[in-house]
């Protein structure tokens, strides 16, 4: 999103917020003010719905042990200690759905009010205040809330699409910033290694099908149920179940399952402990694309000086330019990937 021209760079990217430490921007920056009104370069949200990301719900889930109360304790733990929901222990956020109340007179482009938008730009840069968690699932990464949340002029938004689910639409959104980097690294043929089989997982594998003239596509997750479903509905060549922390396990198994090393792999794992792994099953020369929250990029680093090698690494971002338009435009397009996604899909007459 371009300068606001009237906004200097410190409200264009929400620094006014930082209450500490001083200096520091939204995103790591301990603690947010989250309280109103709007500011000349925000929009202001009412807030329903909370999704977090992978590698951040899987942490509260197990620090909780599965127990639905617990979750909810600790979310509005940290979003009273940070203004936000930065966890802590995983350095990651998510994204949010709301509704515009309000439009900062400085902020460039706004949604009108009244529109219902997701947050593009994570959680962890957010100023947020919860009144109340209403209802949480376990085993769901998306948490129904009652709040407010301030989007800076530099943080991405996109319209809530009417024709998906809302929960896909935002799982896709969540994520729509690895297909579109995937579709600009996926080569034109050769061996693509995506780790991980979940959402951001299957939506990946949808791109680089879209985007190859011919080539193998390969998923690797430690969940068989996962690795199954992607391979059942085509959206992968070889699907290999494995314990990508155990490096040299899982090079074995991947390379009896026929799957030569890769030109590009791509890294949507929510556990930690799996850079050396990834590594491993990309060729010399091939490129590696940590899109996973709960990478170490020091482990990553490190493991590559240790194996030797010339892959090239890059670091995931999730901004995209296009506002998960590609993304959502690979949902509508896949019968594969809506099926994957559980949306519904209509049979012939």
């Not at 109340?101 to 009108?112: C, L, R």
């Not at 968690?133 to 009417?162: M, R």
């Not at 297909?179 to 089989?197: I, N």
């Amino acid at each position: 999103m371009k300068d606001g021209g009237e906004l200097d760079t410190t409200r264009r990217l929400g620094a006014d917020r930082v209450v500490h430490p001083p200096g520091a921007l939204p995103q790591p920056a301990e603690r947010l003010d989250s309280t109103g009104p709007v500011r000349p370069g925000e929009i202001e949200l009412a807030v329903e719905r909370l999704c977090l990301d992978s590698t951040s719900h899987r942490n509260i889930r197990e620090r909780a042990g599965g127990d639905a109360d617990r979750m909810v304790d600790r979310i509005l733990e940290i979003v009273a200690a940070r203004g936000k929901l930065h966890n802590p222990e995983t350095d990651s956020g998510g994204i949010l759905l709301g509704t515009v109340t309000a439009v900062g007179d400085g902020y460039p482009s706004p949604p009108a009010i009244g529109d219902r938008v997701a947050t593009l730009g994570s959680l962890t840069l957010t100023p947020l205040w919860l009144h109340a968690i209403t209802h949480l699932d376990p085993d769901s990464p998306q948490v129904q809330v009652a709040g407010t949340a301030y989007v800076f002029a530099s943080a991405s938004w996109a319209p809530v699409p009417d024709d998906l689910p809302l929960q896909t639409a935002l799982e896709v959104l969540d994520v729509c910033a690895a297909a579109s980097q995937v579709r600009e690294l996926v080569p034109e043929r050769g061996t693509v290694c995506v780790l991980g089989a979940g959402h951001a997982g299957k939506l990946v594998l949808a791109a680089a099908r879209a985007e190859m003239a011919d080539g193998t596509l390969v998923a690797v997750d430690s969940d068989a149920d996962a690795v199954a479903a992607v391979t059942e509905l085509g959206l992968c060549d070889i699907g290999v179940t494995a314990d990508l922390r155990d490096p040299l396990a899982a090079l074995a198994t991947v390379r009896a399952a026929a799957a030569q090393p890769a030109d590009l792999t791509v890294v949507v794992v929510n556990a930690p402990g799996c850079e050396p792994a990834a590594i491993l099953l990309t060729g010399d020369g091939g490129t590696v694309l940590f899109f996973s929250m709960a990478t170490s990029f020091q482990a990553a680093a490190l493991a590559a000086d240790g194996i030797g090698t010339e892959a090239r690494m890059l670091v995931g971002s999730g901004y995209a330019a296009d506002r998960g338009a590609y993304a959502l435009e690979l949902v509508r397009g896949s019968e594969a990937l809506r099926r994957a996604l559980d949306i519904p899909v209509q049979e012939p007459a």
